[in-house]
């Protein structure tokens, strides 16, 4: 019989899922790594179990360089060593765009042209990713060691097949957009495409500008390092105003899905890696923290213009509301809605993305699922609102496996 374990890792404000899929064989898969606390306290033994079971990594996503998704990964690459001695588990490939997949030129050993540019890079490079914040009404706090080296250098130190079913070169939707991973698992690629990653390389050439730098942007090696450091810390270009606190907004379900729409700019939310996870029987959506605008249009490519039913749907950037949008929702639905996050430091999920999944009409009962108590988990969990809308709340504990 057919099953698929999706454990949504306790991440913080980020992102980790173990996917397993029982069928013919066993095929894990792994989206993102969350923050250095995550591998550390939930990933790291669950890995060493499989491992002592003799289990893979058959693949691990990492859908973008923000540090609240591929933190975790520094460290567990950091530990596994080279992938043909593996401390940790095996990893069969990696998925993960750096600079060198953003830049077509084969320029390995460019040189910088002024010690100036030289200086900048070195600083950028000593930032490494944003820690962990720890935040309450009392206090707010880094945690963790500042990381100093890219996941790009640790991906190509410890010899790991990196992109491997993309020939080595940039995932994207131009290049490659329906993968076979073992004899179980088809991956329909949904984002991003050469435009998306354009639009990163762009932003990341127009930072390193203001601080300065003058050289030629060119040189794979040269720049994985900073290109990573320096996007990681990249911040949102929506509105302040835009974000809204479910403790200033008690508004009626039905008020929420009549506010206006704006969708989300981040360059490097856009560079996400978005897709279909196909078995024989079921399909899931992961949708990382990618912009609606493409995966509507590409949902729509595959599927054609009816509503698409999904085993189980991963909610993009934890919730926000200017990445799920009413277009979205008018082609897609399920069962069973992922939403990952603490709600702290951004205040996610917002309460008008949830409201504009659950106000539609269905017969079907929709689980809107958790892997913390946050404002809105308390606020949606509510009898009368519950019953009025079909839905219910569930609260996933410390990994747990969700059976679809």
């Not at 993102?32 to 990594?57: E, Q, V």
């Amino acid at each position: 019989m057919e099953q698929i374990a999706i454990s949504m890792m306790p991440a913080s404000y980020g992102d980790s899922f173990l996917i397993s899929c029982k069928n013919l064989s066993d095929t894990n898969i792994l989206i993102d790594t969350g923050f250095i606390s995550t591998y550390t306290n939930y990933l790291k033994p669950r890995l060493l179990k499989m491992n002592k079971a003799g289990k893979s990594l058959d693949l691990m996503i990492i859908t973008h360089i923000d540090a609240d998704h591929i933190s975790g990964a520094l460290k567990l690459l950091q530990e596994n060593g080279f992938s043909s001695d593996s401390k940790i588990i095996n990893i069969k490939e990696i998925w993960h765009n750096s600079y060198r997949h953003l830049h077509k030129k084969d320029l390995e050993n460019a040189e910088i042209e002024n010690e100036i540019d030289k200086n900048i890079i070195k600083d950028i490079n000593k930032m490494g990713y944003p820690t962990e914040i720890i935040i309450n009404k009392d206090f707010k706090k880094d945690i963790g060691a500042k990381q100093g080296s890219s996941l790009a250098a640790l991906i190509k130190h410890g010899g790991y097949a990196w992109n491997s079913s993309f020939g080595g070169e940039s995932i994207n939707i131009e290049n490659k957009n329906v993968i076979d991973i073992g004899k179980e698992i088809r991956i329909r690629l949904l984002s991003p495409d050469v435009d998306k990653l354009n639009s990163l390389e762009e932003y990341w050439k127009k930072e390193l500008r203001k601080l300065g730098f003058k050289s030629k942007l060119d040189g794979k090696a040269l720049f994985d390092d900073a290109f990573e450091f320096l996007m990681a810390y990249e911040k949102t270009l929506i509105p302040k105003d835009f974000q809204q606190n479910i403790s200033s907004s008690k508004k009626e379900i039905e008020s929420l899905v009549k506010e206006g729409f704006i969708e989300d700019n981040s360059p490097t939310n856009g560079s996400s890696i978005a897709f279909v996870l196909e078995t024989k029987n079921k399909k899931i959506l992961f949708l990382a923290d990618s912009h609606p605008s493409i995966i509507t249009k590409e949902l729509k490519k595959i599927y054609g213009n009816n509503l698409i039913w999904f085993d189980a749907i991963k909610i993009s950037h934890h919730g926000s509301k200017g990445n799920t949008s009413p277009e979205l929702l008018e082609i897609i639905d399920s069962n069973n809605f992922f939403i990952s996050t603490n709600g702290m430091k951004f205040n996610h999920p917002d309460l008008v993305t949830l409201s504009r999944i659950i106000y539609r009409k269905t017969d079907r009962t929709r689980n809107i699922i958790f892997n913390f108590d946050t404002a809105v988990s308390d606020y949606l969990n509510q009898k009368v609102l519950a019953e009025k809308y079909n839905y219910k709340v569930k609260v996933l504990r410390e990994g747990e496996n969700y059976y679809i």
